[in-house]
């Protein structure tokens, strides 16, 4: 009440001011958050009645001088104006009950929402992709849809469980497919000269350095041999790698013109590629027809599309297909027996490698020289070595003693050092024959090992000598080296070393990028994949800076397998070959690392009950019934609302459907309509015979069957689900390996004050650039949209309600894609995508007033800082302005001055560029260096800019970015009271 401007007296007291009774006056400007509606107060209702008392048009009164507050006249005004104050209060909170930016209330926002027939979005459950594992030995499996698995709770959690959306055909050959790690070596004898090293299986080899390796030729042509250098175990992979000495090239030269070794042609006529109908066994020549390109048709077959022929190529799934539809006989053995079969070895290919294990002298190596007798005196003096006959034989060695390693058909290396002018030579002869026996020569006698060597040209025997037609030792029998014993080796396949995605492609292989995206070859040959079948690529990523120990997970959908042999690595045998849709793969790969999962299949959140809703009574209109279990579940749809209920009822083992409203349906319609009050309770409602069918009579005739669980504790982490609450004969374990994304909760009050309003916008119909963001923002399960036009392009970005994780893969993504495109302009090109978010990142000092206490007012001014700059109050590319900040933290009771020390953000290419870094320049450490890495205070920003949706310098679209204050990191929000 005003005073007096004369005495400064109350009105009422003086007498001598003007009053202004009630009902006072009613103003409230436009854009209010709530409405002033009271028409007086207990002061204004008490005061009008007391001037009321002295008006002159009530004369009876006028014998009621006393104004004192003891008096029961005054007492019953003062009661009364209690009372007016009450009901003018409430008429108040009615009135802004009544407007939708004013009410207080979740239930009147319904109400008025329903006015405009808007109904608060009651949520959407969360989607998640399932990997199943199958028994070993267990034959194919079928997995129903509704099939039911259950999450691991963390801390705080509870149990939620999950339904599969469709059936699924599971194999153990799927459980998971490991990419192809390695290939055949190739060794020809033109790679011969210019090999540097070789891989061999084992670690048991006992090879070192300076052994013999002897390489042996599919053509039967001369062996080639050649000399460790270093030779390096491999644990992990279980190989040895050998380094090689360079090839000698004279020997080899000179090997090439000998005659080769007899047994040498007749292997290679017995390699040799035959034809078809000369093949050694039926399999191979199955397996050769399959390889073929088919030419061969009916002359009255239809001709062949082009996509069909290309279908039914060399690399196509499609032709072993139908030859098990043919025989039938050969499913479940076929495609392992032909992954088994490898292509034949080209002519010039290495066939076998043996490692020669002995070293050994020849027979008289340390013979002595012959002696005689000085005439002039006592003393003895040497002979020389000619004056020893010799018993060598032209393609016979003797060895200096009994070796029995050494085996007939095995090589013998001869290795002759440089004597004088002649130069060295080595030698490979293969032997016919081995023998131990005493001999006696060169004045010793002992065990040798005589090794008849194998159509070897007396030219090439470099060790007799002819002298008068009189065989004597020679100065090589001394010196020749003799290695021998020839031992397998098996070749270890090369390790393939390239990564599996994005960046496969900087080998040396022939692929492009693109097919590194999009081709995975497989390890082994797989029976039974087909296109449009969804899998999970995992692997530890290699496209982070600085470190190879992050796992990912994707998820892909096939487009084709492919069955194939690379014709150019002899050796090779039959892979599946997966190749993905779309881009392919986002991500690369550490290949070793990668594991495919093939068993995968759609789940939502939520649990299926079966339940007695009650009996109907056909005297009754309007029957309700109120669901047990709640919330309902509602799935992600391509519908307006962006929801589809899950509840299914029937009356009489007959299905009634559910409506938008009653208003709308025939007196004899079997529907029904649903209503969820503010506790999630849902009620189902049926007609009164007017508008919609009455309920016929009976006893626990009305049935429902409906899934309840749903919004944000259903996106569970990666790897949370791994129990089987449905478990099928045959199914071992079933794992997330994605996380689950798409949840969200029911509508909150101011969520759908901001919605009901853009609900009327687009009215279903996407016109403008504008309407494309409305209709996203109402959608179920979305918390924020902006559109933008960039070209001929609508560019949508999307986040989820209360910034829920929305994949691409999520049902909530794909459906809000089609129903975008099938209520838009079909002719106009559309893109979606999921916010990019910006990390807040602030520092500040603060001043307080005297006499409060930083333990009480550091938590409301963080409370406040995340209230304004959280993820509620901000839009998409809404730029953060510093001014803002300090207006917010001044506005908190008890703040005096605020410093600023550091303001900015952080987005996910700044962390990952923050690993790679080391850890002495500021960068990828706590928070304070998170800090310093945003802003300093020399540099310190007016504002954090938020972009929209933008190409960026290469020509890539960029969704609209999002910054806020992340509650969840209290490291990114630094408080410090500042101290004098």
Not at 471 to 487: E, G, K, L
Not at 546 to 569: I, R
């Amino acid at each position: 009440m005003s005073c007096c401007s004369a005495c400064g007296k109350h009105a009422c007291a003086c007498g001598c001011g003007a009053v202004a009774g009630t009902p006072l006056p009613l103003y409230n400007r436009p854009g209010l958050d709530s409405l002033a509606y009271r028409v007086g107060t207990y002061a204004d209702f008490r005061v009008t009645m007391q001037n009321d008392l002295s008006d002159a048009a009530l004369p009876g009164l006028a014998g009621l001088r006393t104004r004192a507050n003891d008096d029961p006249a005054m007492a019953l005004l003062d009661a009364w104006a209690v009372g007016a104050d009450v009901l003018s209060f409430y008429q108040e909170r009615i009135a802004n009950e009544g407007y939708l930016r004013t009410a207080t209330e979740r239930r009147s926002v319904l109400e008025l929402a329903r006015l405009v027939d808007y109904r608060l979005r009651p949520g959407v459950a969360a989607s998640v992709y399932l990997a199943y594992t199958v028994e070993k030995d267990s034959p194919p499996v079928t997995i129903g849809a509704g099939a039911r698995a259950q999450s691991i709770p963390a801390p705080g959690e509870q149990m939620q469980t999950f339904e599969t959306a469709e059936p699924l055909d599971a194999r153990y050959e799927w459980n998971a497919l490991k990419p192809r790690l390695t290939k055949p070596q190739i060794v020809t004898r033109a790679s011969l000269d210019s090999l540097t090293g070789l891989g061999f299986k084992g670690t048991a080899n006992n090879l070192k350095t300076n052994d013999w390796l002897v390489f042996e030729f599919a053509d039967g042509s001369t062996p080639a041999i050649r000399q460790i250098q270093q030779v390096t175990l491999d644990a992990v992979q279980q190989r040895t790698q050998v380094t090689l000495q360079p090839a000698v090239t004279d020997s080899i030269g000179a090997l090439a013109s000998a005659a080769p070794v007899s047994t040498f042609t007749s292997s290679a006529t017995a390699a040799a590629p035959s034809a078809v109908g000369n093949a050694e066994s039926p399999f191979v020549a199955l397996v050769d027809a399959l390889r073929q390109p088919s030419t061969v048709q009916p002359a009255n077959a239809r001709r062949l599309s082009r996509s069909t022929a290309s279908a039914l190529g060399n690399a196509s799934d499609v032709r072993p297909q139908l030859l098990l539809n043919f025989e039938a006989r050969l499913a479940g053995t076929f495609y392992a027996a032909w992954s088994g079969t490898p292509v034949r070895a080209g002519n010039a290919q290495v066939r076998n490698i043996y490692v020669q294990r002995l070293a050994a002298a020849k027979f008289g190596y340390n013979a002595p020289f012959r002696m005689k007798l000085v005439k002039d005196g006592d003393t003895y003096q040497s002979l020389p070595d000619t004056d020893w006959e010799s018993v060598e034989k032209a393609g016979t060695l003797y060895l200096d003693n009994a070796y029995d390693g050494v085996r007939p058909g095995s090589y013998v290396i001869v290795s002759t050092p440089a004597v004088g002018a002649t130069a060295a030579s080595v030698e490979v002869h293969k032997v016919s024959s081995a023998a131990i026996h005493p001999r006696t020569a060169y004045g010793i006698s002992g065990k040798t090992t005589e090794l008849t060597l194998d159509n070897t040209p007396v030219a090439s025997v470099s060790m007799v000598a002819m002298i008068n037609n009189i065989h004597y030792i020679t100065q090589t029998v001394r010196i020749q080296q003799v290695f021998a014993q020839s031992d397998p080796l098996q070749l270890a396949e090369l390790l393939i070393s390239d990564s599996v995605g994005s960046i496969a492609a900087n080998d040396s292989s022939t692929r492009t990028s693109a097919d590194s995206n999009t081709r995975l070859e497989l390890a082994a040959a797989i029976d039974g994949l087909k296109a449009g079948r969804w899998v999970i690529v995992e692997g530890q990523r290699t496209d982070v800076p600085g470190t190879d120990a992050v796992s990912a997970a994707e998820l892909v959908m096939l487009s084709a397998v492919e069955q194939g042999v690379d014709a150019q690595l002899p050796g090779d045998t039959v892979h599946s070959t997966l190749v993905f849709a779309n881009q392919g793969l986002a991500y690369s790969y550490r290949r070793d690392s990668v594991t495919v999962h093939a068993n995968v299949v759609r789940a939502t959140h939520g649990e299926t009950r079966h339940e007695v809703l009650g009996s109907g009574n056909g005297a009754l209109s309007m029957q309700a019934f109120v669901l047990k279990q709640s919330p309902l579940t509602y799935v992600s749809a391509a519908t307006i609302d962006g929801v589809q209920s899950t509840l299914g009822v029937r009356v009489n083992d007959m299905a009634w459907r559910e409506t938008r409203n009653l208003a709308f349906v025939g007196a004899a319609d079997r529907s029904f309509v649903t209503a969820t009050d503010d506790s999630g309770k849902t009620s189902v409602v049926f007609g009164d015979g007017t508008d919609g069918a009455r309920l016929p009579t009976g006893v626990e005739n009305i049935t429902a069957v409906y899934r309840n669980g749903i919004g944000t504790p259903g996106n569970v982490s990666a790897q949370q689900i791994s129990l089987l609450a449905t478990r099928p004969l045959g199914v071992k374990a079933v794992i997330n390996p994605l996380r689950a994304s798409g949840g969200a909760d029911a509508e909150t009050r101011d969520q759908a004050r901001r919605n009901v309003p853009l609900a009327v916008l687009a009215l279903d119909r996407l016109v403008s650039v504008p309407d494309y963001a409305d209709f996203a923002r109402t959608f179920g399960g979305v918390g924020k949209a902006a559109a933008s036009k960039l070209g001929n392009l609508v560019q949508v970005t999307i986040a989820g309600a209360e910034d829920a994780p929305i994949d691409p893969t999520s049902d909530l993504y794909r459906n809000l894609l089609q129903a975008l495109q099938q209520y838009g302009d079909p002719s106009l090109p559309l893109r979606l995508d999921v916010r990019e978010l910006l990390a807040l990142t602030l520092s500040a000092k603060v001043g307080l007033a005297p006499d409060y206490a930083w333990e009480v007012v550091e938590p409301q001014l963080r409370a406040a800082l995340l209230d304004a700059f959280g993820f509620e109050r901000r839009a998409l590319a809404q730029n953060v302005y510093l001014s803002e900040i300090v207006a917010c933290m001044q506005a908190v009771r008890g703040v005096v001055w605020v410093d600023v020390d550091a303001l900015g953000s952080i987005d996910e290419a700044t962390l990952l560029a923050g690993f790679g870094d080391s850890g002495d320049n500021g960068k990828g450490g706590d928070g304070a260096s998170l800090m310093t890495h945003a802003a300093t205070p020399a540099t310190l920003p007016p504002r954090v800019q938020v972009l929209p949706a933008r190409y960026d310098s290469d020509g890539r679209l960029l969704p609209a970015q999002l910054a806020y204050l992340p509650p969840n990191i209290p490291d990114t929000l630094l408080l410090q009271e500042a101290t004098p």
